[in-house]
T-cell receptor, first 115, second 119 residues
Framework: DSGVTQTPKHLITATGQRVTLRCSPR?????VYWYQQSLDQGLQFLIH???????AKGNILERFSAQQFPDLHSELNLSSLELGDSALYFC??????????????FGEGSRLTVL | AQTVTQSQPEMSVQEAETVTLSCTYD???????LFWYKQPPSRQMILVIR??????QNATENRFSVNFQKAAKSFSLKISDSQLGDTAMYFC????????????????FGQGTILTVHP
């Protein structure tokens, strides 16, 4: 158990809909990262938040947005969903002072299926 | 931009034998981390081993060891005494060292290698 909690584990929805994925980082971790794993694109970095502030963006679509709340949990919002958005979405967190390890702790992922 | 290449889509090995998974990467950075992550059927991404580029000594974690060749930009994973529980997808990944924070924590993954351990 990595200590990172993601909900829901599975989600099935229709094209054009909007969903929210939630992530609770490990206790004490200030950084949250979102990754997407799909058959076409593999594992891709989406976005990084540190203590409520956006720090880096990767290949995140404009239809997607994220935020990190004062209690450090994060939400990834996916809107106007398309078939190609079907993927496994991972959240990861890292220790606030252990930067020299570079280690990220991953949740179990949220499997999104768009029909 | 960094790229990570895993040229072996699938590998198989007999239980108790040794297997090596290959990974090459391309970067202009001098300071970085390299990782091997394991993703079993449960989907969880599990860190197997980590290497800091400035360290010449190859990292070792129990049955797992790496052969890090910085000049060749190669980072292979050797699994000794393979066990059935090692069956999983293995990902090689690259991360820039702390550089002011803009890309910190951004992992660039390879395509993955499916490893099957046979009894």
């Amino acid at each position: 158990d990595s200590g990172v909690t993601q909900t829901p584990k599975h989600l099935i929805t229709a094209t054009g809909q909007r969903v929210t994925l939630r992530c609770s980082p490990r206790s004490g971790d200030l950084s949250v990262y979102w990754y997407q794993q799909s058959l076409d694109q593999g594992l891709q970095f989406l976005i990084h938040y540190y203590n409520g502030e956006e720090r880096a963006k990767g290949n995140i679509l404009e239809r997607f947005s994220a935020q990190q709340f004062p209690d450090l949990h994060s939400e990834l919002n996916l809107s106007s969903l398309e078939l190609g958005d079907s993927a496994l979405y991972f959240c990861a967190s890292s220790v606030r002072t252990g930067w020299n390890t570079g280690e990220l702790f991953f949740g179990e992922g949220s499997r999104l299926t768009v029909l | 931009a960094q790229t990570v290449t895993q040229s072996q889509p699938e590998m198989s090995v007999q239980e108790a034998e040794t297997v090596t998974l290959s990974c090459t990467y391309d970067t202009s950075e001098n300071n970085y981390y390299l990782f091997w992550y394991k993703q079993p059927p449960s989907r969880q991404m599990i860190l197997v081993i980590r290497q800091e580029a400035y360290k010449q000594q190859n990292a070792t974690e129990n049955r797992f060891s790496v052969n890090f060749q910085k000049a060749a930009k190669s980072f292979s994973l050797k699994i000794s005494d393979s066990q059935l529980g090692d069956t999983a997808m293995y990902f090689c990944a690259f991360m820039k060292h702390k550089d002011g924070g803009t890309s910190y924590g951004k992992l660039t993954f390879g395509q993955g290698t499916i490893l099957t351990v046979h009894p």
